[in-house]
């Protein structure tokens, strides 16, 4: 398993310094764009790493995963599914057309930032402090680390930048998609996206997905295995925004990426993957990530499909 780690990585490395980081959030350009991880949790709890898979970075669009549970655990599938679809879509991540062109006026799913922002509106908490506690409460239990925090400044720079995200949480507010405080609800995105994580943790996160919920450190059941599938069926469709069918062809595992750089992988009844490497295609997804993803892929046989 470890030698396969590290000949993914070096694999992947051929595409280091080639595309860009995320520089729309200024915050995320100061990350060093040479840093590259990989890591594999088994459903023994056994981690594998290579490269910086403990290196910190903030875990931007991985969070609507942590994001969905969090609503399913607070609001119940229907509740949440009466402001979300379920729909893949060929538009970019933070599109706003479909809001006022589609059969309906709700996102089409949990993984876009308009489907993310709705889906906030479904989790428990008077205001947006409470809100967010709500949200770093699951991160910690399903990322296994008490400590986990987020970053101050990234937080401060996605909210200072973050206009698209404002018209799209205005646009579902007008349409009665929700009806919380835009700045407040957009608050607590904001430090969801922000929050700090390593690609050791995501891989970790990965395989409690796969293995329906249960930690494999603990043996505890975290998440309802009901809510593990939700969560895997739409990653499997939409996890990577404009690039979803690509890689269910090439890789064939449910994920999710962010513009922060990582990519969460899950392998049901086997394994959870993560990479990590802050230099993004056009689509915001990581290229070495996606590479070594697929060298993993064909190296274990990962694919579902």
């Known amino acids: 398993m470890q030698k396969i780690v590290t000949e993914a990585h070096e694999y992947a490395s051929r595409w280091l310094g080639q595309g860009a980081q995320a520089n729309y959030i200024p915050e995320l350009s100061k990350l060093n764009s ?15 790493g290579y490269g910086n898979f403990n290196e910190k970075y903030t875990i931007q669009s991985i969070c609507k995963v942590i994001l969905l549970i969090t609503a399913l655990q607070d609001s119940g599938f229907d509740h949440v599914f009466s402001r979300v679809g379920m729909e893949p879509t060929g538009d970019k991540f933070n ?7 589609g059969n309906s006026l709700r996102p089409l799913n949990p993984l876009i930032n308009a ?15 409470k809100k967010f506690m709500r949200v770093l409460d699951t991160a910690k239990t399903i990322l296994n680390n008490a400590n986990v ?13 973050g206009d698209r995200n404002r018209a799209l949480a205005y ?45 494999p450190q603990t043996g505890k059941l975290l998440i309802d295995p009901f809510f593990v599938r939700v969560v895997c069926s739409l990653m499997a469709v939409c ?6 069918g690509e890689f269910a062809l090439r890789v064939g595992i449910p994920a999710k990426s962010g513009v922060g750089g990582g990519i969460l ?13 802050p230099r993004l295609d056009a689509k915001g997804n990581s290229i070495c990530g996606l590479k070594a993803m697929e060298f993993l892929s064909q190296a274990f046989s990962l694919s579902i499909y």
């Open 34 to 48: 040479d840093y590259f991880g990989i890591c594999i949790t088994n459903l023994a709890g056994t981690t594998y």
């Open 149 to 161: 925090s987020y970053d101050e400044n990234v937080f401060l720079s996605e909210k200072s930048t």
């Open 265 to 277: 992988g899950v392998v049901p009844n086997r394994m959870g993957v993560a990479t990590f490497s």
């Open 171 to 215: 646009m579902m507010r007008s349409s009665g998609v929700f009806f919380d405080n835009v700045e407040e609800l957009l608050d607590v995105y904001f430090k969801s996206c922000s929050i700090l994580v390593t690609c050791a943790q995501i891989s970790r996160m990965g395989a409690i997905l796969a293995n329906n919920g249960i930690c």
């Open 95 to 101: 599109s706003i057309i479909r809001l006022e062109t």
């Open 115 to 129: 489907g993310a922002i709705a889906v906030t509106s479904c989790i428990n908490g008077a205001n947006s402090e």
């Open 239 to 244: 996890g990577l925004y404009d690039a979803s």
